[in-house]
């Protein structure tokens, strides 16, 4: 059974940056893609970013790109989500999400088939 932990949360002004973390357990990490989503209060969880289960593809939305970084170390069994430049409107849980289906790459839905972590909070204050 997949275990996803996030960690690396917390407090953060306007324009800094935070590094999640999410360690997974159960099945073979290397063999999955994995993502992150974010839910604000009041909204719908919203797809933040994700990466091949390779490591060599990765896809962002269009609120994140080129402030926030996806990587993965297959030999740690984690997946990061490096975000810098951070606004307030980025507030919000983050969970890490892992495909349910191996060896597949389709960032469109993966939110469709993906099994998931208790989530962290991020705060941004202004």
């Known amino acids: 059974q997949v275990q996803l932990v996030e960690s690396g949360g917390g407090l953060v002004q306007a324009g800094g940056s935070l590094r999640l973390s999410c360690a997974a357990s159960g099945r073979t990490f290397s063999i999955y893609a994995m993502g992150w989503f974010r839910q604000a209060p009041g909204k719908e969880r919203e797809f933040v970013a994700a990466i091949s289960y390779g490591g060599s593809s990765t896809y962002y939305g269009d609120s994140v790109k080129g402030r926030f970084t996806i990587s993965r170390d297959n030999a740690k069994n984690t997946v990061y989500l490096q975000m810098n430049s951070l606004k307030p409107e980025d507030t919000a849980v983050y969970y890490c999400?892992?495909?349910?289906?191996?060896?597949?790459?389709?960032?469109?839905?993966?939110?469709?088939?993906?099994?998931w972590g208790q989530g962290t909070q991020v705060t941004v204050s202004s």
């Open positions: 999400a892992q495909d349910n289906w191996p060896r597949r790459w389709i960032p469109a839905i993966l939110r469709d088939s993906a099994s």
